[in-house]
């Protein structure tokens, strides 16, 4: 039981600092983004290409139309 609470504990750890990790991406991104006055499908470029470059292709979104 201890050893399961503390692999929860690492888990938990784990996830806590790939979100802060991706908040402080998501934040540069959007100062970045907002610094160039990018909209629409610039916008949605510079995004996707930011969250490559970090490898969070997971949180890359889809183009429009």
Do not use: C, F, P
Not at 7 to 27: G, K, P
Not at 35 to 41: D, I
Not at 43 to 61: D, V
């Amino acid at each position: 039981m201890k050893q399961k609470l503390q692999q929860i504990a690492s888990d938990l750890e784990r996830i806590n600092r790939d979100l802060h990790n991706e908040s402080d991406v998501w934040d540069a991104e959007l100062r970045d983004r907002q610094a160039k006055h990018l909209e629409g499908e610039a916008a949605i470029e510079h995004y996707n290409a930011w969250m490559q470059a970090a490898g969070m292709e997971h949180l890359m979104t889809a183009k429009n139309g």
